[in-house]
Every structure is written in structure tokens, then in C-alpha cells.
């Protein structure tokens, strides 16, 4: 088997695409759901910017949710200066 061989574009398996999709759903490869939800959490930080510095409030916003994310998950933060860590209770325990 030669490197040629194994890149060789497989054009009939374009026949059995459609079947495929109807069956399972779009390739993972072609998704583009984790764009859509990016793209909402960008369209939900920037309508309420002070268009002087839409990319600063955009990037503020963004970081606040990734703040909040890791304080709900109960993670595990290391000061990189200090080397202290710092590990956040699980919120999510006082709903079990």
C-alpha cells in the first residue's frame, strides 16, 4: 500500500451521504453548533457595550463568564507568581 493510495479521494462515498446524514446526523467534522453557542455568548456580550470599546467589553464579558463557569464547577485555580492554589467549593453539591 503506498501513501498515494491511502490519500486517494473516495468520491463514491458521496453517493452514500445522504443516507448517511438522514441516519446519523451531520459528520462531526461539519458541525458547527459549538460556533452557533460561541456566537451566541459573543451576540449576548456585545449588546450592551459602550461602542468606545466594543472588543474591551466583549473580552471583559467573556472572561466573566469563564469566571463563572469555573467558580460553578468547583475548580482548581494556581496563582503562577506565588504558586498557591486555590480550590473552589462545588456549588453544584447543595442541589443534590
Not at 22 to 40: A, D, I, T, Y
Not at 66 to 78: C, D, F, N
Request: charged share 15%; hydrophobic share 35%.
Amino acid at each position: 500500500m503506498s501513501a498515494r493510495w491511502a490519500n486517494k479521494n473516495k468520491f463514491h462515498m458521496l453517493l452514500h451521504l445522504p443516507k448517511s446524514i438522514k441516519q446519523s446526523g451531520p459528520p462531526s467534522l461539519f458541525s458547527n453548533k459549538k460556533f452557533e453557542s460561541f456566537n451566541k455568548l459573543l451576540q449576548l456580550a456585545s449588546i450592551h457595550t459602550n461602542q468606545h470599546s466594543p472588543r474591551q467589553d466583549i473580552a471583559i464579558k467573556c472572561f466573566n463568564f469563564q469566571s463563572l463557569r469555573l467558580i460553578l464547577s468547583g475548580a482548581q485555580l494556581t496563582n503562577n507568581c506565588s504558586g498557591q492554589t486555590l480550590h473552589l467549593p462545588n456549588v453544584t453539591q447543595c442541589f443534590d
